[in-house]
Structure formats: C-alpha cells, structure tokens
C-alpha cells in the first residue's frame, strides 16, 4: 500500500556512499588577523567550544567561542588589555573548562624591564558564563619575584575542578623552580604562589592535575645526578594552604639511572585515578633512544603502582595522553619505521594490558589523543610537508580504528601546524583546531569529525526510493535505536527529552512531520557494529526540485517510557534532483 503523502515527505532522503562521512567542512576563524597565528588550545564540552591563540601582529591573546558542534563560531575576543604590544606567549594546557567556566592564563611581557630580552609574567582572565564576558586580565603573583624582572615564567599551566583553579608556573631563577597558585572562587581572588619542590635542583618538565582541594603537581628534577632528571610527585589536600608531604619519586630507574627528557609529563586526574606519562633515556634498555613509560595512583597519589614501559628500541618523541571513564589511552611518534609515525596504545584495566595501534603512514609529527567512553581520536601533522591536518578515530574504546583523514580534505596548499584536538562529550564530537600558510602566514582553522555517520542512500529524484544507514556508532549503543530527523535547512532546534540535545536542524515543516515518524519508518536498530538502517520511502512527486534537506541521526534508548539521547551525528545535506 503506498503511503501518505505527508510521510514520506518528511523522509525524503538522497543517494550517497556507504563510505564513513567526510569530516566536516573547515572555518578560518581569523581571517582579519593583524599577523601569523600562534599556540592554539581547543576546549569543548557541552553546548561549548572555544580555542585560544596568539595573534604576531598585534601582540594579542584572543579567544573564540563556538556551539558544541564546532560549527558555529562568534568573533574572537582580546582577552589582554596591553597597549604596549609586548610578547605574549600560550602554552600546552593555557586554556581549560569545566561546566561554564572557561580559564585562560598566558605569558605576557609588558612589564618587562629588559632592553635585550623578554622576561614574562603570568596573566589571567576568567570566564564563568561560558565565554559571553570575560574577567578583566589580572597579573599572578610568582613566588614574590618581582613583575617583570629577570626572574621570567618560562611556561605556565593551568588546572581547573568546579570553582577551583590552580596555576603552575615554571620560573628562572637560576635553576628552574615550580610555583603554585590558586583561585577558590571561580577566579574572582587568587592566593599566592607556594614553591612545589623541597630542593633548589633545576626543573624542566611539569604537570598539573585538580580535584576538588586536591592539587597535584609532578615535575622532574636532577637532585640524585645532576643532569639526570628524575619524576618527582605532590599533593595538597587543602587547596595548597598545605603541602601533604615531601614529593615522592615516581620513576623507578633509582638515583644516576635513566633521564626524564624534554617531550614533556602529562597528567590526568578523575577522582582518585591520576595516571602521569613520560620519556626517558639513558637507562640500561635504552641509553640513547626515549622510552615511554607510565604509572597510575589509584587512591589519589598515595601509592603507585608499577611502572609500565610502553615503547622501548625505537626513539619516542611528542607523546600525549588523556583519560575518561576507565580508559588510559597515550599517543606518540616514533621511528620504528624510519619516519616517525602516530601509534596510541590503550588501556580499559588501569594499565594492566594495553592495545596499541599505528595509526598514520608515510610520516607524522605531534600526535594528540582525546577519550570520551567509546569514542577516541588523535590528530597529528602528516603525512610528510607540507603538512596536513590529519586524524582517526575509533568508536570502540581504541579496538579498532577508522582509516585516518585530513581534516582539511584536501583544500589546504599550505603546511599545517598546532594540530589540536577536543572533545564533546554530549554530542561524541571530536573539535580540531590547526594553524596552515595558506594566505601565506599561519591562520586559525576549525574543523574536526564524529564516529557516528548518518548516510542517505537511493534516488533522491522525485518519486525515487530512499532511505538512510547509520554507520559507527558507539559500540555500547548495540542493541539500541537511531532515528532521522529532517529539515529544509540549519538551526538550532533542541530535542525536547533527554538533556536538551541541539540538533543543527531548523524547527520547520520537515523537522515536525519528521518527529512524528520516530519511532517508524525514519528509525531503525543498531547492531554490534554501529550499524542500522531505516526502511525504504518514496519521495513524492511534489517535492521541488533544488531543495536542500538537512539530515541527522540521533542514537536513543527507552526504558520504562523515558528516552534516553545516545550519539548524534554531523549534518548531513541532500538536494532534491
């Protein structure tokens, strides 16, 4: 029996690939910029995204904020207010969020008191209403050293849990010392700087992780050889009113024996878990080439566990890692293969076992790692220069891994840089950002992809036969359904059940008759794969020709009457031939 005519409009669909969908189309978010693009971090959660950077022209600190997505994005706002164009500096972890609140800590030279030198301070500015207005930037104490002298923060890090924000500054004095402060009130107010280290011996590398109270630091310094870095450890439990004890030594080379080296610690903290990553050199195994190796506390620092080594024979460099809901995974490059390549490895046993995976081919620079339950990606510059922005994703906690892509698609002629990479974990969104020459000088560009794909399939003529297949999603969402939702263009209708989920679908006729058809024919199951698709419609003849339909699939469950959101996938487009 041929169906209604209301129905299958609000299914219309168009022919496609069963191939995974492209990544998303890429924005340049500065295309006014006074120069050359710097040091971008890229942060996204909820219906939140946002990427901080240097502009070389003007010498400013800017920040851009866009939807959950990452396909809306405002103008970008200066977050200093130096007229003196004095060099401003961010570094790995210069932007962080939680909730509403986003922090943004840089170092600025304008008080610098040097003819032939630039000597920094820390700054900061504070946003607790999800980037809509910022905090005037404020300058941080540094341990009493004065403002602009020789004494320079040669790199700065920030942490953040709820209303508290923790700032680790590295400062020259000689030899490199570690000092932290805090913010108890969401930024309003900031304590003084407490020096992390009990001795005066250099540091190079640090890392900084928060809790609540809890403030965790780690650092490598050379006090048992000198020029041989070991990986030393502390906490506060007070908010840093109080160090709990004397830092403990994490690596367990022993004193002489190994060296921490410059590819950096990383630290993640969930609750009680905090996992640190590093490289080391100049051990028995390994005296010339890093190895990677990694620890995990699972009762919030007290104890460690035993040392993993993760890459040993080959040369580590630029290695990263993150951790979510269980899952460790690391990435970094190494040249096992002569060029250096991405591998990640991952763990869902705290470290017990690992599974590790080589994700690029034919060169890769700079890996990052991001894990949000299922869905992991990394991105990395590759293959080879000029560079592109490059990345894979998995929707099985790591498992497995989809063919790796460039973001860019091809369009970009210049060298990518500062591949970076965030993840929403409302909407299982992998958020890019990168810096490429193509004007000439370096500008910011966004970007970025999901797992979950939704594919329209058939002859989307009038009166053809289509439907939809949804491909990758999340591997805990077997078992469950998707539905298709359609609109005759963008928007920002929100499902009205589950969490206020944004579709990117405009609230038209389509959207309403499409609603009304889940769950039916516009739904279907999905299977061990990630796999389901919907069952066939006829697109009716009145449909015009030129229209241009906006499709998404939303992943859902229902129990006991209430229905719960699982992974919503990019906007798809299709116009009616």
Known sequence: MRKSFLIPLAGLVCAGSLAAQNPRAYQDLTPAAAGAIYSPSVVSDGDMSAILYNDSGDKGVYVVVGNGHGTAWGTPVRLDSDTTMAEKRNDTFSLVMDGSTLVAVWRDGRNNTSTTTTYYDTWVSVSNDGGQTWSPDQILDKGGYPYGGSNTVLAVKAAISGPHIYVAQLIDNGNDELWVLASHDGGLTWGTAVNASTVTNDIDNFAIGADGLNCYVAWDDDRNALYDD????????????????????????????????????????????????????????????????????????????????????????????????????????????????????????????????????????????????????????????????????????????????????????????????????????????????????????VGGERCQTLTPVGNFTPGGTVGFQADNFGASEAGTGFGTLVAAGPGNYTIPFGGGYDTGLANDAYLNFTLGLNPGPLSGGLDAAGHGSTSTLNVPLSVPVGTVLHCVGVGYSVNAGVVTIGSITDVTTVTVQ
């Open 230 to 445: 070991d990986l030393w450890f502390r906490m506060s439990h007070d908010g840093l009113a109080t160090w709990m004890a004397p830092e403990a030594q994490i690596d367990a080379s022993g004193p002489a024996n190994g060296d921490i080296e410059y590819g950096g610690i990383f630290m993640t903290v969930d609750g009680p878990v905090i996992g640190l990553c590093w490289e080391e050199d100049e051990l028995p195994s390994s005296m010339v080439d890093e190895e990677l190796h990694w620890n995990v506390s699972t009762d919030g620092g007290h104890t460690w566990g035993t040392e993993v080594v993760l890459q040993t024979g080959f040369d580590t460099d630029n290695h990263w890692m993150d951790y979510n809901g269980g899952t460790f995974a690391v990435a970094w490059e190494d040249n096992r293969n002569l060029a250096d390549e991405a591998f990640v490895a991952v763990s869902h046993d705290l470290g017990a076992t690992w599974t590790e995976t080589q994700l690029s081919a034919g060169g890769a620079a700079y890996p990052r790692v991001v894990v949000g339950g299922d869905y992991i990606g990394a991105d990395w510059g590759g293959p080879s220069y000029p560079e592109n922005p490059m990345a894979a994703v998995s929707r099985d906690g790591g498992m497995t891994w989809l063919p790796a892509q460039d973001l860019a698609m091809g369009g970009q002629p210049g060298d990518a840089d500062y591949v970076e990479l965030g993840f929403n974990a409302k909407y299982n969104n992998f958020v890019a950002a990168w810096l490429s020459d193509d004007t000439g000088i370096n500008h910011l560009y």
